[in-house]
């Protein structure tokens, strides 16, 4: 029996593509997986201005490339493994065909634990986005008590593109936080982080089974035993940010874990994306508002 066609994606060619392969536009300029490459293929699913081309034949700027996927192309999990939520208060930030950057309130977990979970950020994306023909994918995620942009992916085609221009260091993601004590300039903290041997729900620098690890850092304020900071990651491990700045003695106001402050909620919000939207390359900034308590905070101690 054949299987339908699940997903497509359709783009035209920009007025100023260079006359390329089909290959090259799929897998250099694209970045699409070589297991994608490798079913469209086979399967005759890739269609160049209505017909199937094959992928050492010549696209140029105006053709119209059409990409049908069946599913089973996928390594990641299915969008339906969320229970959609009927009423999602999604405050939702940027949207096109293949994205939504969302800004995540404090106190709400990425994504469930367990099957059937209901009242994360991912069932309030399944929920926003039923009836729409689209899913809900997970690319990255943030800590339950972190605010801000998050980038959920609409279709599984794009969730490893999204993964590489992460990982690449294409993608930026900017976060706020306010943290104890006096840090001044701005820097790189580059310790290795791994699992803490005594307490499961942490990590630790140079924890059990270390990795590289890089965030960078730039003071904007301080008023000597608060200091409002701007950071950047540069890769993205576990609790990174709450980490790195623990690690160097200036632990983020209402961290739970590795703070001792408890006069206010955690002050970590991710304030801006800076996206690379896939297969136009588009780069855009994506700004997600402070929340009102992390505001005021700045007020009453003088850091706005």
């Known amino acids: 029996m054949e299987v339908p066609i699940r997903w497509k994606i359709e783009e035209v060619l920009a007025p100023g593509q260079e006359t390329v392969s089909l290959r090259t536009l799929l897998h250099q300029q694209w970045l699409l997986p ?10 005759r699913h890739v269609l160049v201005n209505g017909h199937y081309r094959y992928v050492n034949e010549p696209v140029s700027a105006g053709g119209t490339v059409t990409m049908l996927f069946n599913g089973d192309e996928f390594r990641s999990p299915a969008a339906n493994r969320y229970r959609p939520t009927s009423d999602p208060q999604l405050d939702v930030l940027f949207e096109n065909r293949d994205l939504l950057v969302v800004n995540k309130p404090r106190g709400q977990k990425s994504h469930p634990n367990y099957a059937g979970e209901p009242g994360t950020l991912m069932n309030d994306v399944a929920g926003y986005l039923t009836g729409t023909g689209a899913g809900a994918f997970m690319v990255h995620r943030l800590d339950q008590e972190t605010s801000g942009a998050m980038i959920v992916a609409k279709n599984p085609v794009v969730v490893p593109v999204l993964n590489r221009l992460i990982s690449t260091g294409k993608i930026h993601r900017h976060y706020y936080a306010v943290v104890a ?10 310790w290795p982080i791994g699992k803490d041997a005594t307490d499961r729900r942490k990590y630790r620098v140079d924890g059990l089974g270390a990795k590289p690890a890089r965030t960078h850092y730039w003071v904007l304020q301080t008023t000597g035993d608060r200091t409002l900071v701007q950071l950047e990651l540069a890769t993205g491990r576990t609790h990174q940010i709450r980490v790195h700045l623990a690690h160097a003695g200036h632990p983020i106001i209402g961290d739970p874990l590795y703070g001792n402050f408890s006069d206010s909620p955690m002050l970590l919000h991710g304030v801006a994306q800076q996206l690379v939207l896939p297969f ?9 508002p402070l929340p009102y308590y992390f505001h005021n905070y700045l007020l009453k101690y003088g850091l706005g």
Do not use: E, P
């Not at 004590?181 to 580059?190: A, E, K, M, P, V």
């Not at 136009?280 to 997600?288: C, D, E, H, I, L």
């Open 34 to 43: 070589n297991r994608y490459i490798h079913f469209l293929r086979r399967r």
């Open 181 to 190: 004590g006096t840090l001044t300039g701005q820097g790189d903290f580059s």
């Open 280 to 288: 136009s390359f588009k780069r855009m900034t994506v700004q997600a």
